[in-house]
């Protein structure tokens, strides 16, 4: 894993966004996007290139990573909704490149196994952003998912369902159930972006980037990729052991060595 220390959420937004332009540039691009607050810097961002310097997402595909079941897709709720008002919508990404679980499926099951075969289909994802739940989750994927898992149904902690309480009129209407990609899923992205801000993250940081590798904290299963850059703020590094190394690490980063 790199570690990528950053001064404040802007820088991290600043770099998410150059790593996702340079391999839109690279040509075809399957992206994977999460919902959430976590992404919403680079998502802005992402815009402001579009529309002040002519980035263009004509060629790209997206994948979200996770749905809430029950929901119907047009529910504001909906990530499905969520990722389309919050940034495929505000650039040139044609609509039906943009794919997502759906949650109001009659056959949950075979939706998710659908869902395998279309990111499949697009070749892989090319690079995955991905935030992280205070309790380490990734994706959907709660404490004790395994680490081989595919996209399947997953049932909320309660936590997660209080964190995201925010996004519904009520507590009391957010979702129990949900579908997610799984954690072998994610894992077959070819660059996984592991975003973290906040102090509110810092715990779960420092066990995903430094704990052991254990379905305990399903974002320590990204260990296991080749290619993961942790991407976090003064705040969410504050838990980190070995800081003072990532630090030095990233201020003798050679010009040549690309995320
Ligand atoms: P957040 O959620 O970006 O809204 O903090 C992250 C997550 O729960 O995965």
Redesign the pocket.
Known sequence: MEVVIHPDSGAVARTTADIVQGRLEQGHAALGL??????LGAYRELIRRHRQEGLSFARAQAFTLDEYLGLPPEHLGSYRSVIRREFTDSVDFPDRAVHSLDGHAPDPVAEAARYEAAIAAAGGIDVQI?????DG????NEPMSSLASRTRIKTLTEQ?RR??ARFFPAPEDVPHHVLTQGLATIRDARHLLLIG?GE??AEAIAAAVEGPLAAACPASSLQLHPHTTVLVDQAAASRLQHREYYEYTLAQKPDWQAY
């Open positions: 999460a919902t959430g607050s976590t992404p991905l935030g992280i739940g205070t989750h990734i994706g959907f997660t964190d995201n801000l509110a993250k």
